[in-house]
């Protein structure tokens, strides 16, 4: 007889990666409280998509960058592709990762950083999703 679905949930089959899957299985049940496998996966998952949709259904859509801006922008990911020994752009880097690959392109000054950190957010380029100052995560657009 199949479970019967609370009216406030919906019922979601997708598919994951087996690594992705093995470690969830390890994880849910520490998160959620060890002797409460039952629920567990589902509020894990639950609690992860809230927390990468959040950020992302605030958002304004900026105008077109400049091409000088949108050059630096190419420049900065592929020093930070240099850095991190990355083939592709990253959806999302630490601020520190960030820095040191503006201070690389434009300068280390950190009102240099500080001033392309803000321009680039300007125009839509970045955006910090999680995390205060100087710890915060930025999304690469």
Do not use: C
């Not at 958002?59 to 592929?78: C, D, F, K, V, W």
């Not at 592709?88 to 040191?100: G, R």
């Not at 000054?109 to 957010?121: E, N, S, V």
């Amino acid at each position: 007889m199949p479970r019967k679905v609370p009216k406030d949930k919906v019922q979601l089959n997708v598919l994951i990666s087996k690594e992705v899957y093995e470690k969830l299985i390890k994880v849910a049940p520490l998160i959620y409280g060890e002797k409460k496998y039952r629920g567990a996966i589902s509020y894990v998952v639950e609690q992860a998509l809230k927390h990468y949709l959040a950020p992302r259904l605030h958002t304004q859509t900026p105008a077109n960058p400049p091409g000088r801006i949108r050059l630096l922008y190419s420049q900065i990911i592929e020093k930070i592709k240099e850095i991190q020994h990355f083939d592709f752009k990253p959806d999302e880097i630490p601020e520190k990762i960030l820095d040191l690959a503006i201070a690389e392109v434009k300068g280390g000054d950190p009102r240099t950083i500080a001033k392309w950190k803000k321009q680039l957010q300007r125009f839509g380029l970045i955006k910090p999703i999680r995390g205060t100052y100087p710890n915060r995560i930025f999304e690469l657009l």
